[in-house]
């Protein structure tokens, strides 16, 4: 007797009202939260043409997709497998707009074919954020920071983040010795963390003993600070191999600031994908999931491959997975209001890290930047910066004898060119500025 036909394809839920309406609200708590940090949301077409998708899709990728012909033009389309590379293409096309850096949001769906019995979905929700235009650890630790702040806002129980760098191994290979193929094979092991094949591969290769066995032992280099001082060591004076450690450094200390670095594990073993990401890269964990529930990392090629040479780092979390995660009972999110620019000279961007924290701790939408002139343009910078986004209150975090505990709130409502001026201690600066936001929106 045949199998009964299913009536859904495999791979594919239904969600029925209940779970709808808490699956929607959790979406909305994210990107409430997201709109905090200044990430629009954006909606994504389903399908796009598979010839221009395909240059920003892995190989993996492209075997996985849902491909089928475009009746009215011949052309192949492709079921939507992957919003980073349509954000990607859409910057490229000049569709984000031109100031730079650019934040986006997204809830999507993107579908992938998996074999029956991988478990996995073959139609996946997810909400994520890209950050585009902007290559510094400071964009990285926020990437970080948000994952961090989202998890505590949903209520996650007793997760961890992974961070790594796809550049010392990538980095380690390429000195190792290892002939091209080689060298590809050892990637494409390690990711797996298939320790047994990727010594066979260094032992076919014959590399010197010393070199194999600190090859091996990156997949498994996992903990604190401690881990970027034996990837230190084992780097010397090479700049290659110590350009990303002391990126992560830089990162990790950043989140050293407000705390998150707790919640956080620092994985030299930590690759995702060597073809797709190109820097900082971190997995999500929870004791309540039996794998990953989202991650992302650093691509700066990737909008490049569309035509527009820009970096970019991102991430992607499965609303699936995260929901059968969560408790119940967690918090749901407020409305998301107009954001603040708070603005601080390099010196003092730490400091104004910490104050833009406390700010998106009472529901307050903040955008940083690090003013790069000098201190005499500082009124007019912050006031080309709030025209330019269309922001009507800036924040000055600036150092002056007498008013370090205070900061410059300026307000553009009524005028860019004769703003409202008003000095505010650093410690009411919060409660002022939800009076304000409350009071006009």
Same mark, same amino acid.
């Given at each position: 007797m045949k199998p009964p036909r299913s009536l859904i394809p495999i791979g594919t839920a239904t969600l029925l009202p209940e779970t709808a309406q808490h699956v929607r609200k959790l979406e909305d708590q994210l990107l409430v939260y997201l709109a905090r940090w200044g990430y629009q949301e954006i909606i994504l077409p389903t399908f796009e043409y598979l010839d221009v998708l395909s240059v920003g899709l892995s190989p993996e990728v492209l075997d996985q997709c849902y491909k089928f012909a475009d009746? !009215?033009?011949?052309?192949?389309?492709?079921? @939507?497998?992957?919003?980073?590379?349509?954000?990607? @293409?859409?910057?490229?096309?000049?569709? &984000? &707009? =031109?100031?730079?850096?650019? @934040? /986006?949001?997204? #809830? !999507?769906?993107? /579908? #992938?074919? =998996?074999? =029956?019995h991988r478990g996995r979905d073959r139609e996946v929700f997810q909400v994520g954020v890209e950050l585009v235009g902007s290559d510094t650890y400071q964009g990285d630790a926020e990437m970080v920071t948000m994952l961090a702040g989202l998890f505590g806002q949903v209520g996650l129980p007793k997760w961890k983040i992974s961070l790594g760098h796809v550049g010392f191994f990538k980095a380690l290979l390429s000195r190792s010795g290892l002939s091209t193929t080689g060298r590809k094979q050892a990637e494409l092991a390690a990711a797996r963390k298939d320790l047994p094949r990727l010594e066979q591969i260094l032992t076919t290769e014959r590399l010197p003993r010393q070199m194999a066995r600190n090859i091996l032992q990156v997949p498994e280099r996992c903990g604190q600070l401690e881990v970027l001082e034996w990837g230190k060591r084992i780097a010397g004076k090479d700049a290659q191999l110590l350009k990303p450690l002391n990126r992560l450094e830089q990162v990790f200390q950043q989140l050293e600031q407000t705390g998150v670095q707790q919640h956080v594990l620092l994985d030299l073993g930590e690759f995702r994908g060597f073809d797709y990401y190109d820097g900082v890269v971190f997995d999500v964990f929870t004791s309540a999931a039996g794998s990953e529930i989202g991650g992302g990392g650093r691509y700066n090629h990737l909008v490049g491959r569309f035509g527009r040479d820009l970096p970019a780092i991102g991430? &992607?979390?499965?609303?699936?997975?995260? /929901?059968?995660?969560? =408790? %119940? +009972? +967690?918090?749901?999110?407020?409305?998301? /209001?107009? %954001?603040?620019?708070l603005v601080s000279h390099g010196r003092q961007a730490e400091e104004a890290f910490v104050l833009a924290q406390q700010l998106r701790g009472v529901g307050i939408s903040v955008i940083e930047e690090t003013m790069k002139t000098t201190q005499k343009s500082f009124l007019t910078w912050a006031r080309s910066e709030a025209r330019r986004r269309g922001i009507f209150r800036v924040v000055l975090y600036e150092c002056k004898k007498g008013t370090t505990e205070s900061v410059l709130l300026l307000d553009y409502s009524v005028s860019f060119l004769k703003p409202r001026q008003s000095r505010v201690a650093i410690q009411k600066l919060p409660?002022?500025?939800r009076a304000e936001i409350h009071g006009n929106f």
């Open positions: 009746r !009215t033009s011949g052309r192949m389309l492709v079921l @939507r497998p992957d919003a980073t590379a349509q954000i990607a @293409r859409m910057v490229a096309m000049g569709l &984000g &707009g =031109e100031a730079l850096p650019l @934040r /986006f949001s997204y #809830r !999507t769906t993107v /579908f #992938r074919y =998996e074999l =029956e991430f &992607g979390l499965d609303l699936d997975r995260l /929901f059968s995660a969560l =408790e %119940p +009972g +967690g918090q749901l999110g407020n409305n998301g /209001f107009s %954001p603040v620019l409660q002022q500025l």
